[in-house]
Each structure stands twice: as structure tokens, then as C-alpha cells.
């Protein structure tokens, strides 16, 4: 009976656990970079009537209700103490600071140039990676990270940005606040799983969150269909679904791997800029489209 038993707890203890392909947390990265491409348009048309700040913290408010109701349909159980801590990081980086700071910049910044700007994250979230996650890309990573940031400051010289200004340097400050969230979602993602990492956040951040979007809240119904259809794209998209993806992507497949599909981003906002917002899209675009992609698939062979 002994030896049936030491065999069942050999079993029990040596039981190897599920590896999900590194492939897999790719897709789902890029299922997220695709729902977050069309934030800043979408945050654009939001903000020409609506306050920036009620567009920051009204749709965390939203995004903190859907992810209420989540949570208790799932019996999700709570955090810990570190967990906590941890959470209140990525609030502060993906509910609260990059949201305000892309709705302030936007008030006066083209989504194209602001795009531009932004393509900086990857780079930013390598970084905080290392710092935050543990992670140790290799040096031809670290190269084909740094070629995909140049060609995407070029490009920002091509659009005219030829100078810092305030706008810019919301848009620096979100990118940094941002890639810190990304980090320490996607290594916290690890233990909760995805879609209970930003639900949580979103949780946590709600005592903040609601006193200020009632306090911005429009009084008065001059506010068109456009700017609420921009509204809630980026509280149901950008704030809520868009992140089920994105941290589970960087979860499964590391945060520094995952982290460069965001090299795509500002070039598929630029698309949804020209397309929706009718901002000009000329050819030198298009090249340096071609050599950031190129950078995107050189950072994946890297790794």
C-alpha cells in the first residue's frame, strides 16, 4: 500500500505543466496592438468637444464597470498583497497616465504625429522589461529595436515634428508611464491570467476614477454622435478588450518579445488617421511603414 502510495506522490509531483507555444502569445499581442492602433483617432475624435480629462477617466469608469461585473461572474479570487501593489502599478500606467496624457496632448496634435511619437513604446517597454520583468533580450534584438525607433524618429521628422513641444512631451510622459504598465501587466498576467490582471487594475483605480469623470461629466447636450462614438470605442476597445489580448500575449510570450509588435502601432494609427480623420499619407510614409515592419520581424528572429 506504501509503495502505491510513494508512486502516486512521485506522479503527482513530478506532473509537468501546460507550455503554451511562444507563437501563440504573439497572435494574441497583435490581436491587442490591432484593437489599441485606433485609440489615439478614436481619442481624437473624442476630445475636439468632450473635456480630456472626463475622456481619460470616463472611460476607465466605464471600463471599471464592465470589469466589475467580469469579476464577480467569474468568482475571480482577490489579489494579494504584492498583487496588489503590482495592480496599483498598472493603473497608474494604462488606466490613469497614458490615457490622460495622449487626451491632453490631442487637444492640439495631429493622431499622426502623436502616433509618431508614441512609436517610441516598444523601445520604452524593452527597457522596462528588464527592469521590472527580468527579462535579457540579446544585442541583435537590442539592434533591431534601436533601427525600428530610428526609422520611426525619422519619420516624425518627415511629419513636421522638428521640435519638442508641450503636446510631445505628454506624449513621452504617457509612453514612459504606459510601458511601465505593460511590463508589470504582462509579468503579473503570468499569475492572474489576462483578462483578470487589467480587470482588476481597472477595479483598483475606481475611487479616483469615478470623482473625476463626475466632476468633468459634459453638462449640457451639445456633444455630437462622432465624439461619443470615439468615446466609447476607446472604454469598451482600448481600456477593456483590447487588453485581454495584450496581456495574455505578454504573459505567453514574453514581455520584451511581445512588446515589439507595439513597432506596428503608430504605423496602423497613421492608417486609421488618413482613413477616418482624412490626415495626409504620402509616400515617404509608406517606405518608412515598410522599414519599421521590417524591424518588427528582425526583433522576433532576435530573441
Known sequence: MSTKSNVIATQTVTRRPIVVPASGGLLLGALGILGFSFSLPATKL???TLDPWFVAFGRAVVAGVLATIVLVAARAARPNAPQVRSLLIVALGVVVGFPLFTSLALQTRPAGQSAVVIAVLPAMTAVM????????????????STAG???????????????PQLPDLFLLLAVALCALGYAEGGMLARELGGG?????????SLPVTVPVAALTLPSDGGVGLVPWLGFAYVSLISMFLGFFAWYAGLARGGVARVGQIQLAQPLLSLVWAALVLSEAVGPADALVAVAVLGCV???QRAR
Do not use: K, N, Q
Not at 525607433?149 to 521640435?163: E, M, N, V, W
Not at 483578470?196 to 483598483?204: K, R
Open 129 to 144: 522589461a528588464v527592469l521590472r520583468a527580468g527579462e535579457r533580450p540579446s544585442r541583435a534584438f537590442w539592434l533591431a
Open 297 to 299: 520581424v528582425a526583433t
Open 46 to 48: 473624442a476630445v475636439e
Open 196 to 204: 483578470p490582471t487589467i480587470c482588476w487594475a481597472l477595479v483598483l
Open 149 to 163: 525607433l530610428a526609422a520611426a524618429l525619422a519619420f516624425a521628422f518627415t511629419r513636421g515634428a522638428t521640435g
